[in-house]
């Protein structure tokens, strides 16, 4: 007889991929916000009333809980991104037994912030999320842990790319508003990872015993001429010494406000190296 698996967030980009990668050796029920596909069960997860009666009385071997407001998104219909991910979590664990199930998490880097303020982040550093997204992400962690699975992996996913989808590398190729491809003077390096490494790292994931807190990424970083690659562009015209925003990075400093943090954090990552590690 082969376990059950509870999918959320089946449908998305990273959902779907862990769906077809796992169908064949669990009994899954995949959930998914719309019944776009006949395999898919729709369940409104931000619907509590609709949750405790589609949890009631259901176990699983193995939770993979995907589901979230994509990163980048200010709001959802009339809810926080923070709000919309948290209540998500909570109406899947807050109704289901999960005593004797495993669980894997699929959190993000965006724990993270510039408030780190290192060149690279390990795993072990402190979570200093700024952005609505990274804050929900944090938060869903310590709401799972606190419910005591009897594994909990959390994976904390470097931005996801194919060559099919690339709209976070972007952000660090092309200028925000003006949409114009740059390079700065000073060389930068990120940490990304490929959809095939995140499958590959959840499958591995799904056979293991105990807890675990790990950084998803791809064997290599990228310098700026790697991510150009992807959208076969030429090295841009336009080059911006970094040198030039830090004044404006000052003033953002000084300025007590989220909003501020979060323009900061942008500012962090299109212009300086983002990197992370184990």
């Keep these: 007889m082969k376990a059950k698996l509870l999918l959320t967030g089946a449908s998305g980009f990273i959902g779907s991929q862990i769906y077809n990668a796992l169908k064949n050796d669990f009994e899954v029920t995949a959930i998914a916000s719309s019944p776009k596909h006949k395999e898919y069960t729709a ?5 509590e009333e609709a949750c405790r009666d ?17 990163h980048g998104k200010n709001s959802f219909n009339t809810m926080s991104v923070a709000d919309a ?16 199930s ?3 998490y699929l959190s993000s880097v965006s724990v993270y912030s510039f408030k780190n303020n290192k060149e690279i982040i390990s795993v072990h550093d402190q979570p200093i999320p700024v952005t609505e997204y990274g804050i929900s992400k944090l938060a869903c962690e310590k709401r799972i842990k606190n419910k005591a699975p009897k594994s909990l992996h ?24 003006f949409k114009v491809p740059f390079v700065t003077t000073q060389e930068r390096v990120y940490s990304l990872c490929s959809i095939d490494q995140v499958v590959s790292v959840v499958v591995n994931t799904s056979k293991l015993d105990g807890d675990s807190l790990v950084i998803v990424k791809d064997d290599k970083d990228y310098t700026q001429n790697d991510l150009l690659s992807f959208f076969d562009l030429e090295k ?8 030039f925003i830090k004044p404006l990075l000052w003033i953002l400093s000084l300025i007590p406000v989220s909003k501020a943090h979060i323009i900061r954090d942008m500012f962090n990552k299109l212009f300086y190296s983002v990197r992370y590690s184990n």
């Design 43 to 47: 369940l409104n997860l931000l619907n």
């Design 54 to 70: 589609f949890f009631k009385d259901k176990k699983f071997d193995l939770i993979i809980h995907a589901a979230a407001i994509a």
């Design 85 to 100: 991910n948290i209540l998500m979590t909570e109406n899947v664990f807050n109704f289901l037994d999960i005593k004797d």
């Design 102 to 104: 495993s669980v894997i």
């Design 154 to 177: 959390i994976l904390r996913l470097a931005p996801v790319y194919s060559r099919n989808n690339l709209i976070d590398l972007g952000k660090r190729v092309f200028l925000p508003i």
């Design 236 to 243: 841009p015209k336009i080059a911006i010494n970094r040198n």
